[in-house]
């Protein structure tokens, strides 16, 4: 197979030992509006002893994905669920990723946030008339305190350079052999001002892969903003098998769209790998509906109808209620829509004695919120005589 020539403006070394993913997590699927307090439930494909379960969430901003961040706050955690709080009115993606002694779900490549990320950087093929400048860049990063920015510019054209050269960032410039046959997705935070944008080229043992990034992005491909960036590797560069001995990956302008008259920025940030990607959305009700108001009632010959004025919602809607009537005080509405009405004809007739009726409704919504119980009492005397 050719081999691309790549001039390495600058080299990044530190490359992780990536650890054999096993167990896979997902999560059990979220109705699009959940209440405010949602039990997360997820399943992985064997049970496994000492796996601890790493839940991630991210903003969307009118369908726009943010930052992947651990998820804050849970509680009634278990190896198979937690309660997660959401804002009311955001809307969030979750994933998880299992970890064991010996596999993990999610791999980070890096995220630019200490020193030991971009490792021993180096200098090099300046002879071929190119420059670079590297760094952390601490104002614009994407996720975390910083992310790698990248310069690249030329001094002087060379008119002996190869055709299918590349200039450009690799991960290293001897990589060694890494095997990624257990992770099938490639997600990282890519900022450019490379028109058409940096390609990103990746080189096993058998297969190659050179396409720009805008490619791969989910949120557009306009200059000078941040995008996520999700590369299917089994769709896009090789089969799992073709992935257990990757020599190169890089970030990398070809020779012939280089303009020598400017230089060249772009960004990196949370370069990672995954197994799986297994994302559920939801959009968080955090406010149950108003307990329904006015309740009234009106005998008939064998019934009993209570009405009352609708629940009010100002984000799901209210798609039922609940209700009890009886002598019980102590009776709740069960955890069941009974009725898609404001009113409910109940059998009913009058008792010969003195007695206390109760009846309670209560409110549910398309989030899965029950409202506070609405009550009154209902007196019944005997008959004069």
């Not at 109705?31 to 991210?58: D, F, H």
């Not at 999700?230 to 190169?248: G, N, W």
């Not at 009726?357 to 409202?371: C, D, I, L, M």
């Amino acid at each position: 197979m050719k081999r691309k020539t790549i001039l390495c403006v600058m080299a990044v070394v530190f490359f992780p030992l990536v650890i054999q993913a096993g167990p896979v997590t997902a999560l059990r699927p979220l109705s699009e509006l959940s209440p405010g307090k949602t039990q997360l439930e997820w399943t992985a494909t064997e049970p496994v002893a000492n796996a601890t379960t790493t839940i991630y969430c991210r903003k969307m901003e009118k369908g726009v994905p943010g930052v992947w961040y651990t998820a804050p706050e849970l509680s009634v955690y278990a190896a198979t669920h937690c309660i997660f709080a959401g804002t009311h009115g955001e809307v969030l993606q979750l994933r998880s990723a299992m970890t064991t002694p010996a596999s993990r779900e999610m791999l980070t490549l890096a995220d630019f946030d200490a020193n030991r990320d971009i490792g021993m950087v180096g200098l090099v093929a300046t002879e071929f008339g190119f420059k670079g400048s590297y760094g952390f860049d601490f104002e614009s990063s994407f996720q975390g305190k910083s992310c790698m920015r990248v310069t690249l510019s030329r001094e002087k054209e060379k008119n002996n350079l190869p055709k299918d050269a590349l200039v450009g960032l690799p991960f290293s410039d001897a990589i060694p052999t890494s095997d990624w046959s257990s992770y099938r997705y490639l997600e990282f935070y890519y900022w450019g001002d490379v028109p058409g944008g940096a390609r990103l080229y990746i080189q096993s043992a058998s297969h190659e892969l050179q396409a720009p990034v805008y490619r791969f992005s989910e949120t557009g491909d306009s200059l000078r903003a941040w995008h996520s960036i999700v590369v299917d590797l089994d769709k896009e560069f090789a089969p799992p098998e073709a992935r257990s001995k990757i020599e190169a990956f890089a970030f990398v302008i070809p020779i012939p769209e280089f303009n020598g008259n400017k230089p060249y920025t772009f960004k990196l940030d949370a370069v990672r790998l995954w197994a799986d990607r297994s994302i559920v959305q939801t959009r968080f009700d955090a406010t149950p509906p108003t307990p329904p108001t006015h309740l009234w009632h009106e005998l008939g010959t064998d019934t009993i109808t209570w009405s009352w004025e609708a629940s009010k919602e100002d984000l799901s809607e209210v798609v039922g209620y609940a209700f009890s009537f009886g002598p019980d005080g102590n009776a709740v509405p069960p955890s069941r829509v009974m009725t898609h009405e404001t009113s409910v004809s109940i059998p009913y007739r009058t008792p010969p004695n003195y007695m206390i009726y109760f009846f309670k409704v209560r409110a549910y919504n398309s989030a899965g919120a029950w409202s506070d119980i609405a009550w009154k009492v209902m007196e019944t005397f005997p008959p004069k005589n």
